[in-house]
């Protein structure tokens, strides 16, 4: 892997970030957060017109099929502008079933390009965890129909979007999991508004008897622990490169203000603490961020990439959030104003390093790829020889 980005991806990095700068605004953010869907259907819009949703989708699907790393430099584009757009929503299950969905479900992909199709994804149950191990809700067949029963929690968007991609656990096979297109209008279907940090649109939504025919799965049935698995890695990877674009927007923040702000007749930015400080800010966005690409380019070389994945997400959750808790600092009080705009980064932050999976589970992940475990290990008893 080159970790250098090359010219085509510097100059649709940089387009990205000249589309947002002039478009989305603090301003804006703080207004969308309020709405009722807390999402911008006009920037929505715009992003769509400007062809940034069909980067990386394969060409049947109406894209330009650019690789997957291109797609992790928009969502870091888009963390360090904290666009208030369902992106993450969409385009996790978008690129699922470019890669794994039926004709006729690819061809959905067309209103996504143009903006016209939200979608969301739904992982997390009751429980909260982000493991496929805690995969609680129930999906039956009856018939020619699948009949879903549960509640998910943290559903990102759900109330803008018009098709959720859900992870459900067979009942007839309890080893086996399967993905599966829900209409959000289907009957039997409600949902319940959350108010997290980041004020982004999460729900819980509760299904009752949710009948889809079979034909909304999404690949075979044989292979449905392997797509839910792929799902929860890539949505896992995009948010920690959200997450890293965030970070390195209150560093950016950071080292102008202590350019700037002067204290005993020169700039805070001359003393050693605030170096070092910046210093450890700079290693961490710049870590997140190269983890994140290394992660999304073994999956697009068909490489493993699960530790990848987890070391990118628990380095990420940890560290960025060092960021902007030293970016708040080197503020001052005024740093942790809620209407000081720095406030608005440090709320997503927090929220997206939640999602996704926590540093805790991503590095157990990493743990059992490192440590041999023939067996549990049980305190206080000695093992007789």
Not at 288 to 298: D, G, K, N
Not at 312 to 324: D, R, T
Not at 364 to 375: C, G, S, V, W
Request: glycine share 8%.
């Amino acid at each position: 892997m080159d970790i250098l980005l090359d010219d085509q991806e510097v100059q649709i990095r940089e387009a990205a970030a000249e589309f947002l700068e002039g478009e989305c605004t603090p301003a804006l953010v703080r207004k969308v957060e309020t709405d009722a869907l807390q999402y911008s259907p006009e920037l929505w819009s715009k992003f769509a017109e400007n062809g940034w949703l069909q980067l990386c989708l394969s060409n049947k699907a109406g894209g330009e099929a650019l690789p997957l790393p291109y797609l992790g430099l928009l969502f870091e584009v888009a963390g360090y502008h904290i666009a208030p757009i369902p992106l993450h929503a969409t385009m996790v299950p978008a690129m699922i079933i470019d890669r794994y969905g039926s004709p006729e479900q690819i061809s959905m992909l067309q209103a996504v390009i143009a903006g016209d199709l939200i979608m969301s994804h739904a992982v997390v149950d009751q429980t909260g965890r982000w493991s496929t191990d805690a995969i609680a809700l129930q999906g039956r067949i009856e018939g020619n129909e699948l009949v879903l029963n549960g509640v998910k929690t943290f559903v990102g968007s759900y109330r803008a979007s018009q098709q959720c991609m859900v992870i459900y656990r067979d009942a007839s096979a309890p080893d086996q999991l399967g993905v599966v297109l829900v209409p959000t209008d289907t009957k039997g279907l409600s949902s319940e508004a959350l108010i997290s940090m980041a004020k982004d649109g999460e729900s819980n939504v509760r299904f009752k008897d949710v009948r889809v025919p079979l034909s909304a799965r999404i690949g075979h049935v044989q292979s449905g622990n392997l797509i839910a698995r792929e799902l929860m890695d890539l949505s896992s990877v995009l948010y920690a490169s959200m997450i890293a674009g965030a970070a390195r927007r209150t560093l950016d923040m950071a080292v102008a203000h202590a350019k700037q702000r002067e204290a005993f007749g020169q700039p805070i930015g001359a003393f050693q603490a605030i170096q070092h400080m910046c210093a450890n800010m700079m290693n961490a966005t710049d870590g997140t961020m190269m983890l994140s690409r290394e992660a999304l380019w073994r999956m697009q070389e068909n490489l493993p990439y699960q530790v990848n994945v987890a070391q990118a997400k628990s380095f990420g959750n940890e560290q960025c959030m060092m960021v902007v808790r030293s970016a708040q600092q080197i503020h001052g009080g005024m740093g942790f104003i809620r209407d000081f705009d720095l406030n608005l980064w440090y709320r997503r932050v927090s929220s997206w390093s939640l999602r996704g999976g926590t540093a805790a589970e991503h590095r157990k992940t990493i743990a059992a790829a490192l440590i041999d475990q023939p067996q549990k290990v049980r305190i206080g008893v000695i093992p007789t020889t």
